[in-house]
């Protein structure tokens, strides 16, 4: 790879875009079917979705090792998959997220993919896209305004007491200044006046009950089981109470349907939903995944930030909620993230060291092992960067091979699909082998401390969990509003196994500790807060919409 590669918008600036009834003919959907967006994009019909087709075809997870800051190519690579899998002759669909324009315009960049593995176009998708994000952030300010509107309404007020609303607004920015504010203020005419905050749109629980309901009426039903707070009488309070689902689900009637796009070589992208997965559930819808499922033979999703993250998350939650069942799973892995986890900087990390990688790989290692436990034998992926040497490279296959795991190249950044075919060779092979048996870890109907003790311990290799005094009252309230059953959504740094991010690699001889709970009554699962996890990022000092120009003719540039 020269130093003159083009930057990821120049790429797909470059694509020549087929129509979006082109790209539908390939998965056999009528263009009566769709909803257009333009010329690109579309909306797809739910009645599309066939639940034997899902259970009959394919679904292969793409997840990844403990990431650096710049994440390891999940998505990249999950395009680049999908084109090689059409290249050796399977119909594929990849299915992923919409993203954040948090992200987008802080530091992280867009979430299209890379190279020549991107799905276009690719500024809309980064960029507002079908305006999915708005209806969501618009659906749960509205149930906000209505809160604030009974608290002062002299006629229906159901004496809510505002001391314990933990109910926030979102918007889709980061924005630190909005973590903690005070609202009301000004006169009874403004309202009450009472602490609140705002939330990034992904970490919405309206964004989680899009990606986890089934159908419009199931959505409806999650939307008004949306815990609000208590009354003076001690009392829970829904958004039913407030008769707010639907018109919450009006506001999402056209965001509940997937959107599809396409890949740089013209394959069916299906792109939908978008939590974070530090700090929310991390995968696209389930009505997107099904959709892909019910229109090819193999559908690649991704899961995000590491497999401790995301993908235990798709694998206990979306999976057994959804009734999906993954075939396959590639493990992402990055020689210059093996360098980080074995003691180097960032201005080491594409400086070559075989020792380093050496000592790294038992993070890695840590992650195949994780995956083994849900019953699938992974395939990692070595996403190809040109500081990659061969030196390193074959230490990662032997180690890989010694534990009975193929470890494949995988250079879709720089050769699109044609670079991606010996990996997909090696998912469809693990697919046909049929020895891959899916299993979740655990059981929902245990005990919110037993399900929390078996993912610190199996999945982060903790050797324990504290509780302070805040979450122990918490649990107390879990159980007072019979929520027990419910799944666990960590909400866990990205950067490490354990709750600090300090510690890299495989650590050992630690404990994490749960600092308070949060539930989502409406999406269906717990929330333990591990550590000081921000629902509402800050920028960086520079931030990356400090690159970006759009010229006279609308063309854009330095989004990434």
């Known amino acids: 790879m020269s130093n003159d590669f083009k930057s990821d918008i120049e790429i797909a600036q470059a694509c020549e875009m087929q129509h979006i009834k082109q790209i539908a003919e390939r998965i056999n959907i009528s263009e009566d079917d769709l909803e257009l967006y333009g010329k690109y994009k579309a909306k797809l019909p739910l009645t599309l979705i066939d639940e034997s087709k899902v259970s009959s075809n394919h679904l292969v997870l793409v997840t990844a090792m403990t990431p650096t800051p710049a994440g390891e190519g999940k998505t990249t690579t999950s395009i680049g998959l999908t084109e090689g899998m059409n290249k050796i002759g399977h119909k594929a669909t990849v299915v992923l997220r919409e993203p954040s324009l948090g992200p987008v315009f802080g530091i992280k960049g867009g979430a299209a993919g890379g190279g020549y593995a991107q799905v276009v176009p690719m500024e809309d998708i980064n960029l507002h896209f079908t305006g999915d994000f708005s209806a969501i952030e618009k659906a749960n300010n509205l149930l906000s305004a209505l809160l604030d509107n009974n608290l002062q309404s002299k006629t229906k007020n159901l004496g809510i007491d505002p001391r314990t609303i933990g109910w926030k607004r979102v918007m889709d920015m980061n924005d630190r200044a909005l973590r903690d504010i005070t609202i009301g203020l000004g006169g009874t005419a403004n309202g009450i006046p009472r602490e609140d905050g705002f939330n990034i749109t992904p970490a919405s629980e309206v964004m989680a009950i899009l990606c986890m309901a089934e159908n419009f009426e199931d959505l409806k039903e999650r939307l008004g089981n949306i815990y609000l707070g208590m009354t003076f009488k001690k009392e829970p309070i829904y958004a039913r109470d407030l008769k707010a689902e639907n018109a919450m689900a009006i506001l999402l009637k056209d965001a509940i349907k997937p959107n599809l796009v396409q890949t740089m070589e013209g394959n069916p992208a299906i792109i939908h939903g978008g939590p974070f997965a530090n700090i929310a559930q991390g995968t696209n819808t389930i009505l997107a995944t099904k959709m892909g499922l019910s229109l090819s033979d193999y559908v690649i999703t991704e899961a995000g930030f590491g497999a401790d993250l995301g993908a235990e998350k798709f694998l206990n939650i979306k999976c057994v909620s959804g009734g999906l069942k993954p075939e396959a799973v590639v493990l992402v892995a990055t020689i210059r993230a093996l360098r980080h986890h074995g003691g180097a900087k960032k201005d080491e990390y594409n400086t070559a060291s075989a020792e380093r990688v050496t000592t790294g790989f038992s993070n890695l290692e840590k992650h195949i092992e994780n995956v083994k436990k849900f019953g699938l034998n992974p395939v990692v992926a070595i996403n190809v960067f040109p500081s990659d040497t061969d030196e390193e490279v074959n230490i990662v296959k032997s180690k890989c091979a010694a534990i009975g795991v193929q470890a494949i190249l995988a250079n879709g950044f720089a050769d699109g699909g044609s670079g991606m075919t010996d990996l997909a060779e090696a998912v469809v092979s693990e697919v046909e082998s049929g020895k891959n048996n899916f299993v979740q870890l655990y059981d929902w109907n245990m005990s919110i401390r037993e399900k929390i003790e078996k993912i610190a311990k199996e999945i982060y290799g903790a050797d324990g969990v504290d509780y302070t005094k805040k979450a122990e009252t918490d649990l107390k309230k879990i159980d ?81």
């Open 480 to 560: 007072q509003l019979e929520l027990n059953a419910l799944p666990i959504c960590m909400a866990k740094t990205q950067k490490s196994f354990s709750d600090n991010d300090q510690l890299l690699a495989r650590p050992s001889g630690f404990n994490v500790s749960v600092r308070e709970f949060e539930f989502a009554a409406g999406a269906g699962f717990i929330i333990p807060i591990l550590g000081k996890m921000m629902r509402m990022p800050g920028l960086p000092t520079t931030p990356a919409s400090e690159g970006m120009h759009i010229d006279n003719n609308g063309k854009i540039s330095g989004l990434s």
